[in-house]
């Protein structure tokens, strides 16, 4: 996998491209207005260093919907010219065994305040221990002034139904300023490319590496921002995933990722429901699911976990 190199003939990247290119769930007008407080009589005052981030409703197209408020520094990055250069990375860098039957899943959360592209690729499949990974890309945007865009890159295990990156994975996350560039940002796909075989070899590892309960019991507290609540619904479910699994680092991995990519009240895994300024759910699920990846992948990262490999 060291050895990518781009297509030398880039008139026919758009003519190779497996992906849509149209999305209303992702790709959809952003505009920018100027934004104003009203007094208690009725005076229109302007608001300095703001300004908000809108578009058409999407459940009712005759008004606009504010996405966020921000500051006049915010630059509006449209989704489709970053998934343009993801997409142009993936046919410059990847051969066509490895496109073939690619596709993506578009995702979105408080009406298109948070957007996600996500690509699979089958023809990059590898077994490890009971289940198999491919590699996987995620792109997240987003127009609340909060949420960053981010660009990861790795390894998926195909067992979890939303994916969840294992293992160190390719990553970049940039604020919304006049500083960003977009071709810079892909770069983590290409060096996701580059590592794919070693993260597979790395995860086979893991289903050798016996655990006791003891040790995931005292492991688990030990996790960046690991609560106690949280802690003990994980062991609860090591315990599932050890029955299917074996007592194994690979099982506490399928706990951890169990969490990042399941809505379940039942484990105690539920995600509370989030409704808008007019009381009409704001759909949260897809962007919560994405920020507790980011906390697993903090978890699998972290020095507890590689104490875990490394005994």
């Not at 990847?94 to 948070?114: E, I």
């Not at 293992?167 to 919304?176: M, Q």
């Not at 590592?195 to 003891?214: G, P, T």
Request: hydrophobic residues 35%; neutral net charge.
């Amino acid at each position: 996998m060291n050895n990518i190199v781009a297509f030398k003939d880039e008139s026919t990247l758009d003519s190779l491209n497996p992906f849509p290119q149209e999305s209303p769930e992702i790709f959809f007008p952003v505009f920018e207005r100027e934004i104003e407080i009203v007094g208690k009589d009725g005076s229109h005052f302007p608001t300095h260093g703001r300004k908000a981030v809108c578009r058409v409703h999407p459940l009712d197209d005759s008004r606009p919907l504010d996405l966020g408020i921000v500051k006049r520094t915010y630059k509006t990055t449209p989704m489709k010219s970053i998934t343009d250069e993801a997409e142009r990375a993936f046919l410059e860098f990847m051969n066509p065994m490895q496109l073939a039957g690619a596709y993506c899943a578009d995702l979105s959360s408080r009406h298109g305040a948070w957007v996600s592209r996500r690509y699979t690729f089958p023809g990059m499949r590898a077994p490890v221990a009971e289940t198999s990974f491919q590699y996987q890309a995620w792109v997240n945007n987003g127009y609340d002034g909060l949420t960053k865009i981010m660009i990861i890159s790795g390894c998926f295990d195909t067992a979890c139904a939303n994916g969840q990156v294992i293992g160190e994975a390719s990553f970049d996350s940039r604020k919304h300023t006049s500083g960003v560039e977009i071709p810079n940002l892909v770069k983590p796909i290409k060096q996701g490319l580059i590592d794919y075989q070693e993260r597979i070899r790395e995860c086979n590892k893991w289903a050798e590496i016996s655990l006791s309960d003891s040790t995931v019991e005292s492991i688990l507290p030990k996790f960046p921002g690991m609560s106690e609540r949280r802690a003990k619904r994980l062991l609860v479910q090591w315990h599932e995933e050890k029955g299917n699994r074996g007592a194994n680092v690979w099982a506490l991995v399928s706990a951890l990722t169990f969490y990042s990519s399941h809505n379940d009240s039942d484990v105690g895994f539920g995600i509370r429901q989030t409704h808008d300024s007019d009381g009409r759910p704001s759909d949260n699920e897809s962007e919560t699911l994405s920020k507790r990846g980011s906390e697993v992948r903090k978890w699998i990262n972290s020095s507890a976990f590689n104490s875990l490999i490394a005994a």
